[in-house]
């Protein structure tokens, strides 16, 4: 038995909570080792990667790794919210009976990670200071060294974190044990994996995959699942997968905050590190607060106030190159400790690359190996035209390394909310933007959020579904519940959030060719979003929203085919009204959905059928 006391004490870990819960996993998994690690450790444990073939130099300063070939991505099936009460399962949080799932885990983790060190990474979901620091807390224990890398990239790592905590037993237990990745039957019947969150216990188990969305349990489970049902329980607060940016327009001075969820890949790390169109560069800057989760809540002012709990960046690596994303670049360029993992490697000039990286794949394939690691020379016939890079392909990095990080984006406050938006991959009936001014059609329609599921989701690519609030894959308690509670938060608020709807995946229904330009063109229909809030334009009213006027639009610089133009600013009915009877349909499987959603819908529905 590993002596877990002298470890904690060797690794400085003083809160006296911390042993029993180490010594009990320890037990279970079996480890050889037990070690704390913090920020601290970085290069020493980047050094150690490298040695034991864990990571590849990427040029100065990067890393390359590469995952387990049918591990690359979250697994939906495999992930269960368990807690102790029936009254918690929703549509589509899986849940199970916590004394179901506890001892299948348990089972499981025994002796799983015999040989290996257990890591013992104390972590803060937070700036420190923040009004919600205390849900922001956790231990996550792995036997994986590069997630141990990616969670000092991706949270506040540190004993401090824990031995400094007001209440010193309220952080999250998270156990995270790899397993052994070829034997899991991953995809089968027969598949071996469980991410389970213990929400009502705070504890999270996760066994079978090293992929960043199932492993680094800072993130996701706690920074997500965890902290939902945590906000939702105590009452005080959302957490939501949101990015979270600041518009300044330079000649007013007037400074905006706009959150907002579209599902996984669909955008929300793009607009964060949103650079202005050229035309708009001189007026306007966009500042980063975050990419992928935000907490919001009730300040003493009244207004809502939002924060991003991550201390780094998961990105999607496809299509990402200079003209869609200059900033992303920025923040993985040599020196910046960046690690890419299932992208294309170089093995003889430790070049990296990527679908859409370059308009076509490097011509000299010597020394390049795909995501599997095999030799592009030495593909076969039926992988000869399959991508070099795994679609879910990612970069990790730390917020200080993208260039336009806001200066204050570790100032505990938080910064306050004038805009909600919801989007995703809808290739036709959402228009570029329509906004909503009343707050339970604002909450409808996060719940109506229907959209393209993508490659960041085992076997999920191209379904159309519904994902309410982008939440589907995160959602920790029943939906009803969910709308109620963010009624009940966004009720309190003395300045309501515009909320809008925004589509940048639009498609040609000839040619299939995005109508939208996207990317850094995404800030002028946001900037008309402001602009409606303060009155300075007017829209027209449809039966879901309002849409922009073209002359309200700033097109400055813009090269968009008019026809595009048009169909992007118009709303088809006839797909709408057909819409609105599925939407009936998803929410009645929510139980106990609030009558106010209800009565939001109706009057939407009835708007389209006088329309
Ligand atoms: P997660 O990290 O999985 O939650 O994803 P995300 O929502 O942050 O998505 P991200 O910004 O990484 O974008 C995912 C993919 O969509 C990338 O391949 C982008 O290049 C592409 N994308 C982002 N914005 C746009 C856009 O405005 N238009 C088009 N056509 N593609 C976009
Ligand atoms: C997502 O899938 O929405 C992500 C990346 O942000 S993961 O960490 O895999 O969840
Ligand atoms: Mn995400």
């Not at 960046?338 to 430790?350: L, P, R, V």
């Not at 000839?510 to 602009?531: I, V």
């Amino acid at each position: 038995m590993v002596d877990v006391a002298a470890a904690l004490e060797a690794g400085g870990l003083t809160n006296p909570n911390v042993r029993e819960y180490v010594e009990y996993w320890a037990g279970i998994t079996g480890a050889s080792r037990v070690e704390v690690v913090g920020a601290a450790d970085d290069a020493r444990l980047i050094a150690e990667a490298l040695e034991a073939g864990e990571l590849d130099p990427a040029g100065e300063g990067l890393y390359y790794s590469r995952s387990y070939s049918k591990d690359t991505a979250r697994s939906e099936e495999r992930t269960i919210v368990a807690t102790n009460r029936e009254s918690d399962k929703g549509v589509y949080n899986n849940w199970r009976p916590a004394a179901e799932m506890k001892p299948l885990l348990v089972e499981r983790m025994t002796g799983a990670s015999e040989g290996k060190t257990m890591y013992v990474v104390p972590y803060l979901m937070s700036p420190l200071g923040a009004p919600l620091e205390k849900y922001a807390a956790g231990i996550e224990l792995t036997d994986s060294r590069t997630v141990v890398l990616h969670m000092i990239r991706m949270a506040r790592v540190g004993a401090k974190f824990i031995n400094e905590l007001a209440e010193p037993d309220h952080f999250v237990r998270a156990v995270h044990v790899t397993g052994d990745l070829e034997n899991l039957g991953q995809g089968t019947d027969d598949d071996q994996r469980y991410f389970v969150t213990v929400a009502d216990e705070r504890t999270i188990l996760h066994f079978g995959s090293s992929y960043g969305g199932n492993a680094l349990l800072g993130k996701i489970a706690h920074g997500l699942r965890q902290s939902a049902y945590d906000g939702w329980a105590s009452g005080e607060f959302l957490s939501e997968q949101f990015m979270l940016i600041g518009i300044t327009d330079k000649q007013t001075g007037k400074r905006y905050h706009i959150c907002g969820g579209f599902p996984s890949a669909s955008g929300k790390t793009n607009l964060a590190m949103m650079l202005p169109p050229d035309a708009l560069c001189e007026r306007y800057q966009v500042d980063f607060y975050g990419d992928d989760i935000a907490w919001l809540w009730v300040g003493d002012d009244g207004k809502l106030y939002g924060m991003n709990p991550e201390f780094g960046v998961f990105g999607v690596a496809k299509d990402t190159n200079e003209v869609t994303n200059p900033t992303a670049l920025a923040s993985v360029a040599p020196g910046t400790g960046s690690i890419f993992t299932n992208i294309a490697y170089n093995t003889d000039t430790h070049e990296v690359w990527w679908e859409g990286r370059t308009p076509a794949p490097p011509a000299d394939v010597t020394g390049w190996v795909d995501w599997k690691g095999t030799p592009i020379a030495e593909r076969d016939e039926a992988e000869k035209d399959a991508p070099w890079a795994h679609p879910n392909s990612r970069f990790t990095t730390t917020l200080a390394n993208v260039p336009n990080v806001a200066e204050d984006f570790e100032d505990p406050k938080g910064v306050p909310i004038d805009g909600i938006i919801f989007g995703g991959r809808t290739r036709d009936r959402e228009p570029l933007i329509r906004a909503i001014n009343d707050l339970a059609e604002g909450v409808y329609d996060g719940l109506t959020l229907g959209a393209e599921a993508t490659a960041a989701a085992d076997g999920k690519e191209g379904v159309l579904r519904y994902d309410p609030m982008s939440m589907r894959p995160f959602m920790s308690y029943g939906e009803g519940d969910y709308a109620a509670h963010w009624l009940k938060i966004l009720g309190q608020v003395k300045d309501q959030p515009i909320f809008a709807h925004v589509n940048w995946f639009q498609r040609s229904q000839e040619d299939g060719h995005f109508l939208w330009p996207g990317y850094r063109e995404n800030l002028r229909p946001l900037l008309w979003l402001m602009a409606l809030k303060n009155g300075e334009v007017e829209g027209v009213q449809t039966p879901s929203g309002i849409i922009p006027k073209e002359s309200e639009l700033n097109l400055d610089g813009l090269e968009i085919p008019q026809a595009d133009l048009d169909k992007v600013l118009s709303i088809d009915l006839p797909r709408w009204r057909e819409e609105m009877g599925h939407r009936e349909k998803h929410l009645k499987g929510f139980e106990g959905l609030p009558e106010e959603i209800w009565e939001a819908h109706k009057r939407v529905a009835k708007a389209f059928d006088e329309s």
